[in-house]
């Protein structure tokens, strides 16, 4: 009976030599591929230990480090269920999410241990251990008397491996319930897709408690064997110096403006890259074409979600279409993609509506939440994932905004992405994000939000005079505020919330 384990998958492609790097930091530290297998073997001891069983939760909360990487794989190898969460949650929402997912094992960062006892004793935790961004605390401690434990649970494909919670940005966080076959399609999918090939050394500054830095960019590596430039954050002197000694990197929109906002990265630095992949947030078509400009490399922008892991991407071969800027390009292999009206009817081609998916990527439903689960899927099982999109003939795809930020002006629909590239072609301006801000007379009015660049004089009537003639009345913003910056997430999303909570009342 072959087992659909996820980690039997990921070990079946370790290097045979044990002594091939798996990850590499700044400082020097090195963990093997040897390393991570007996690591990861000797954690998988000590969970059982501590009385995880297949499909007991196992919650993380800690700094980014080797071992952490190692207690996933553990998690996958006894079959508990792995929940990594945000580090810079409070003790208030680790309450929330410790209750909903009802652990077996907590491990949070050692600076907070005493802190969170007192949560895990209320809700009946069986073990709490600690994990420091330098490879100590209890957990590691703990060890000392543990042994290789070699077993694999088995597992079902459609059992599940990981539970994420969504960013709850309306209501509580929900737990997204991922299965070992829809990390195990989605990781051999973009593995193929994205070209990797023997020799590749991936630069990772992402955090490893999200689908990009722990589910996209770890598995990818893991599936080819590949060494990790292991960075703890992104650093640009650091990115910089190992740029040469890298072929892939993946990182969010701003990592990439970082990147040309220094004058030392040049095209002789990125030579030696073969991919530079975007996601987690919307990329800019200036950076894109800037990027381009100081590289001759295009950025590979690809698109996914909590829910699904990755759902499309730009081609990596130009034989399969070209990379385009405002475009999440096409359908991963074995996923199905619809562009859809409220009612779930599918729309002409070129038509802005709901986008809806299936595929073996797609999750289960979330974590002791049926009734929002079934609100989720279609009869037919597509999952609408609440993006709003456009997609063309050839069905590439393009995002036009979230279904949640529609805004609904005097009986209108103004999806804000339209406003927000107009808005960022003006002369003057770095960025925007439009937002819907309650209106006595029209329902909602259209506020955008600017950061211009340093220096130069852009008014709010320059915005507004710029935007007439090239968008409909009803789409042009009542008012505009500047701002130093945008307020984003960790993973460079902008908070559209936080700015809708910031103006409102703005209309009276």
């Not at 045979?16 to 090195?30: C, I, N, R, T």
């Not at 499309?312 to 130009?318: E, F, G, I, L, W």
């Not at 003006?426 to 211009?452: C, L, M, Q």
């Amino acid at each position: 009976m072959s087992n659909a384990n996820l980690y039997a998958l990921l070990a079946s492609k370790f290097p045979a030599d044990e002594k091939a790097v798996f990850l590499e930091s700044p400082d020097g530290k090195v963990m093997r591929y040897g390393d991570l297998a007996s690591g990861s073997g000797r954690m998988a001891d000590l969970l059982r230990a501590s009385g995880v069983e297949p499909g007991d939760r196992v919650v993380v909360q800690v700094e980014k480090s080797a071992e952490a990487v190692a207690l996933y794989l553990a998690c996958l190898r006894v079959g508990a269920i792995y929940i990594p969460l945000n580090t810079a949650y409070t003790s208030a929402e680790l309450d929330y999410f410790v209750g909903d997912a009802k652990p077996r094992v907590l491990v949070c960062a050692s600076h907070v241990l005493n802190e969170l006892q007192g949560i895990a004793e209320t809700h009946g935790v069986a073990r709490v251990l600690s994990l420091g961004a330098d490879g100590t605390g209890s957990l590691m401690s703990a060890l000392v008397d543990t042994v290789v434990d070699d077993n694999v649970a088995q597992c079902a494909g459609s059992d599940i491996a990981a539970i994420l919670y969504t960013s709850g940005t309306t209501g509580r966080s929900k737990g997204a319930m991922l299965s070992h076959d829809n990390l195990a399609s989605n990781a051999v999918a973009l593995h193929k897709m994205w070209g990797f090939v023997p020799g590749d050394v991936l630069l990772h500054a992402l955090p490893i408690y999200h689908v990009h830095g722990l589910f996209v960019a770890l598995h990818c590596a893991l599936l080819n064997g590949s060494k990790v430039w292991f960075l703890p954050k992104f650093d640009i002197e650091t990115v910089l110096a190992l740029l040469p000694k890298s072929t892939v990197m993946m990182g969010v929109p701003t990592f990439y403006v970082r990147l040309l906002g220094d004058q030392r990265f040049d095209r002789s630095l990125s030579e030696h890259m073969r991919l530079f992949v975007a996601g987690s947030a919307p990329l800019l078509a200036e950076t894109f074409s800037e990027f381009e400009d100081r590289t001759g490399q295009r950025i590979l922008e690809r698109y996914g979600m909590t829910e699904a892991g990755m759902i499309t991407s730009n081609p990596y071969n130009s034989d399969n279409g070209a990379r385009i800027a405002g475009s999440v390009g096409y359908p991963l292999h074995g996923v199905e993609a619809r562009v859809c009206d409220d009612g779930g009817v599918e729309l002409p081609r070129g038509e802005p509506g709901t986008l809806e998916i299936k595929g073996p990527n797609v999750f289960s439903g979330y974590w002791q939440n049926p009734e929002k689960t079934a609100l989720e899927f279609r009869d037919d099982g597509f999952f609408i994932t609440g993006d709003v999109s456009k997609m063309d003939e050839d069905g590439r795809i393009s995002i036009v905004g979230r279904a949640k930020d529609l805004i609904i002006s005097g009986g209108f629909n103004v999806y804000p992405k339209e406003i927000e590239t107009e808005i960022d072609e003006i002369e003057g301006v770095v960025e925007s994000a439009v937002i819907g801000i309650a209106h006595p007379d029209f329902g909602e009015g259209v506020v955008a939000v600017v950061v211009k660049q340093a220096g130069v004089m852009v008014e709010a009537a320059d915005i507004i005079a710029a935007l007439k003639g090239r968008l409909a009345k009803f789409k042009q913003p009542k008012k505009v505020f500047f701002v130093d910056n945008l307020p984003r997430n960790t993973m460079g999303k902008v908070q559209k919330k936080a700015l809708r909570e910031e103006y409102a009342g703005l209309f009276g």
